[in-house]
């Protein structure tokens, strides 16, 4: 069992950034695979950013490929998402996700059985 608990979201303008955090417990935080999804009210929960248990590979989804970063400290087990030049269309919930995962997969998630609460992200135009 992981447990996952989100922090950082909350109210920015357009353009303001915004860091979530992740504290995961419960397995060797360095063989999960992290994931950040989010959703918007009516729509799917959709992949942000994943980050591989030793750091080394990321992804991104297009729409916030250059704005957002993902990066992970093994020690304290816990996973960041850097949201810089926030957008209107960024609203929603977002997610932590965990597992062991394997990378061609870990942007689906399906692949994840372990998820935070949600935090809402609210960016005001």
């Known amino acids: 069992q992981v447990q996952l608990v989100e922090s950082g979201g909350g109210l920015v303008q357009s353009g303001g950034s915004l860091r979530l955090s992740c504290a995961a417990s419960?397995?060797?935080?360095?063989?999960?695979?992290m994931g950040w999804f989010r959703q918007a009210p009516g729509k799917e929960r959709d992949v942000v950013a994943v980050i591989g248990g030793s750091g080394d590979s990321t992804y991104y989804a297009n729409p916030v490929k250059g704005r957002f970063t993902i990066s992970r400290v093994n020690a304290k087990n816990t996973v960041y998402l850097q949201m810089n030049s926030l957008k209107p269309e960024d609203t929603g919930v977002y997610y932590c996700a965990a597992d062991q995962a394997y990378w061609d997969t870990s942007r689906r998630a399906a692949a994840y059985n372990y998820w935070g609460q949600g935090t809402q992200v609210t960016v005001s135009s």
């Open positions: 419960g397995r060797t935080f360095s063989t999960l695979t």
